[in-house]
């Protein structure tokens, strides 16, 4: 008997779509290895239909007052939680998650950030009109950009989408959004239940791959891009955007340090940095995987560590003891695998380091010892549940250590001494250190990274700023 495939379509100027050439590519569950879903693999027509829905659409929602685009949000976030079940279902499947920690872990802040978001559009700030020349007023005036073209990646399709549409559509701009080709399901459904709250065009969803991405961003009408991936796609999208000065909006990848010193909670810090490390499977640009250990507590930290990911459990999305499902893809898999299959000689695997079961796409809680600070596994992002550790001697070294890869979004810091603790957030070179935790965010504070993790900021109002243009505006008091 064979099971007939869900048939996901494109959402343009508020009609759902397949693509114009009819293209498809296939849609897999990783929690089984098996296509439950085709999606459209648009091309350069379905980019142009979608650019020019958006860009009709925006006159309209600019001119909406701030009231006016908070209430819309207001209604978005209360349809998501209306119809949540819906949502974590098309999201477990998209990506193999647990759908109890989905329903309790992502949908709730989701739903939050969206809500912040519609009281940001009403809480713009900036300086006061004055006379800063004589017989002259001057006032700033800030505006939506335009249209903006966004990719989502594939480790958090429903929360990123929300992190991308949210304050850019808050802000008075109208939205393309391409889902990653491996998870769209979870942001079509999103589609289909923002399609009754916002004007034609004002949001728009285009499913396809990197060419359909190169697309977006290559386009004309679009003001800003906007793209949460990996390293080499954030250089090429800003490449891309460069030719005709687009703004370039990215979050892309992360090597998080987390630096335990001598007088922290061993028991709690073990604890909490193996949830922070191996949830989602790992696929988090903040995950807690590069453990720096001041040498006097090393072994039996790392002995502490190796328990507690025996004791962590993947498996099955309905499975309620599992902390993690599968990596996202079978090319995912291969990398998290290869990084263990390199592994230098000195370097020791104290827990996990294999494959699990034989049917989609899981990987073992891993733990890896003796490593040094030029080794591969440290340098470059494994993106799977694959925790390093390191000793280091002093606060200096465990600085430097830190300080000393090319990503630079998130880094955590346990320890009871107040000062040191300060020392540290102030000379880690990282957008956001956490103190005695690590990987909680809420919508009020900035997410955003240096270096290669990118620029601008997700969440807050500079994540709502980031999507608003600033004018001046003179005017002679002499009529």
Request: proline share 5%; charged share 25%; aromatic share 8%.
């Amino acid at each position: 008997m064979t099971t007939e495939l869900r048939r996901l379509r494109n959402y343009i100027g508020g009609e759902f779509k397949d693509a114009a050439d009819g293209r498809t590519t296939e849609v897999v569950n990783p929690a089984t290895g098996e296509v439950y879903a085709t999606a459209p693999l648009s091309g350069q027509a379905d980019v142009d239909a979608a650019m020019a829905a958006a860009a009709a659409a925006f006159p309209g929602w600019r001119d909406t007052t701030p009231a006016e685009r908070q209430k819309a949000l207001l209604k978005i976030a209360d349809a998501f939680e209306a119809r949540a079940e819906e949502l974590v279902a098309a999201e477990s499947e998209n990506t193999g998650k647990p759908l109890g920690l989905t329903a309790s872990e992502e949908l709730p802040p989701m739903v939050d950030q969206i809500r912040f978001f519609a009281g940001a559009a009403r809480m713009l700030e900036g300086r006061s009109a004055g006379e800063y020349m004589d017989g002259m007023t001057s006032i700033i005036r800030r505006e939506p950009v335009g249209v903006c073209a966004q990719v989502a990646p594939w480790n958090y399709p429903m929360m990123m989408a929300v992190w991308k549409f949210a304050p850019a559509i808050a802000a008075g701009n109208t939205v393309v959004l391409k889902p990653s080709d491996t998870t769209p399901a979870s942001t079509v459904l999103m589609a289909e239940i923002i399609d009754s709250v916002l004007p034609k065009g004002v949001f728009n969803v285009i499913c396809g791959d990197r060419e359909t991405g190169k697309a977006m961003v290559e386009h004309s009408v679009p003001a800003m891009a906007s793209i949460t991936g990996s390293v080499r796609a954030g250089m090429q999208v800003a490449e891309s955007a460069s030719k005709d000065v687009k703004r370039v909006h990215l979050e892309l990848g992360g090597k998080a340090p987390v630096v335990v010193f001598e007088d922290a909670d061993v028991a709690k810090a073990v604890e909490d940095i193996a949830v922070a490390g191996y949830f989602n499977a790992g696929q988090d640009c903040t995950a807690a995987t590069r453990v720096l250990v001041h040498e006097s507590i090393h072994d039996e930290f790392v002995a502490a560590l190796a328990k507690a990911a025996a004791d962590t459990k993947t498996g099955q999305p309905d499975d309620e003891d599992v902390l993690y499902g599968p990596l996202n893809n079978p090319n995912q898999l291969k990398q998290v695998a290869g990084f263990i299959e390199r592994l230098p000689a000195h370097a020791k695997v104290e827990a996990g380091g294999h494959q699990v079961g034989e049917k989609g796409y899981f990987y073992a809680p891993t733990v890896v010892s003796g490593l040094k600070q030029d080794d591969e596994i440290i340098q470059n992002e494994v993106f799977g549940p694959v925790i390093t550790v390191q000793s280091f001697t002093d606060e200096a070294q465990a600085l430097s250590y830190a300080n000393d890869v090319e990503y630079a979004l998130a880094s955590s810091v346990w320890t009871k001494d107040h000062g040191r603790a300060m020392r540290m957030s102030k000379n880690l070179d990282f957008g956001c250190v956490w103190i005695n935790t690590h990987i909680p965010l809420v919508a009020e504070m900035p997410h955003g990274g240096y270096k290669k993790s990118g620029y601008g900021k997700d969440l807050s109002a500079y994540g709502f700023e980031d999507y608003t243009r600033i004018k001046h505006v003179m005017t002679s008091l002499d009529g």
